[in-house]
């Protein structure tokens, strides 16, 4: 079974500059998150679905990030414009979770953002 | 904002040694998961104990959790330099859907 597919791994952009993630979670994963993760941090949501239904963005900064999940299946994340600070990796994570049960989640490899 | 809080925040050891490492968190969790990350990869889901359970095990693996303490530990029995990697702990917080992670422990494992 495949992972969750995340691209490009890595992206240098100068500041300003507009800059989009893909992900695309395992087969059948109704939920997907996308993560901010600091080096030495651990990783912070920015933003949750279920479905095609964003549930949870209040980490989002909704005056430079958006994202989108069309169909309910794969998902974009972008910056625009692009910030110094926004130099992180980002993650996309799916995991197949219910009313009754949150199950585990499963991380694709990131994307390595550099701004300068 | 992070709820968990691993403890230690580095750990060295030699190989074949027992590595212990603590997470603390502040509210009711509906389960808590333990994440490897590799040096520049994603995170690596290790394993899932939920509220009402108090142990789990898998291969070299051990995790309890003290919902009274609000805390839990991962134990890596015989480590090996391939265990070399930051671990996290994951809490799931009761009446919502969002994953808090925790700052993570870097394991190194000398050879």
């Known amino acids: 079974e495949a992972g969750v597919v995340q691209s490009p791994r890595y992206k240098i952009i100068e500041k300003k500059q507009p800059v989009a993630f893909w992900c695309n979670p395992i087969?059948?994963?109704?939920?997907l998150y996308w993560y901010l993760q600091n080096l030495g941090q651990g990783p912070e949501l920015l933003i949750r679905y279920e479905n095609e239904e964003a549930v949870d963005d209040s980490q989002l900064p909704k005056d430079r990030f958006s994202a989108e999940r069309l169909k309910g299946v794969d998902s974009t994340l972008k910056i625009q414009p692009a910030e110094l600070g926004d130099s992180a990796v980002y993650l996309c994570?799916?995991?197949?979770?219910?009313?009754?049960?949150?199950?585990?989640?499963?991380f694709g490899p990131g994307t390595r953002l550099l701004v300068l | 904002s992070q709820q968990g809080e691993e403890d230690p925040q580095a750990l060295s050891i030699q190989e074949g040694e027992n590595a212990t490492m603590n997470c603390s968190y502040k509210t009711s969790i509906n389960n808590l998961q333990w994440y490897r990350q590799n040096s520049g990869r994603g995170l690596v889901h290790l394993i899932l104990i939920r509220s009402n359970e108090r142990e789990k095990h898998s291969g070299r693996l051990r995790v309890t959790l003290d919902t009274s303490k609000k805390s839990s530990s991962l134990l890596i029995t015989a480590s090996r330099a391939a265990d070399t990697a930051s671990y996290f702990c994951?809490?799931?917080?009761?009446?919502?859907?969002?994953?808090?992670f925790g700052t993570g422990t870097r394991l190194k494992v000398l050879a």
């Open positions: 994951a809490t799931s917080t009761s009446g919502t859907y969002k994953y808090i």
């Open positions: 087969s059948g994963h109704n939920t």
């Open positions: 994570a799916s995991s197949l979770e219910t009313a009754e049960r949150k199950e585990t989640q499963y």
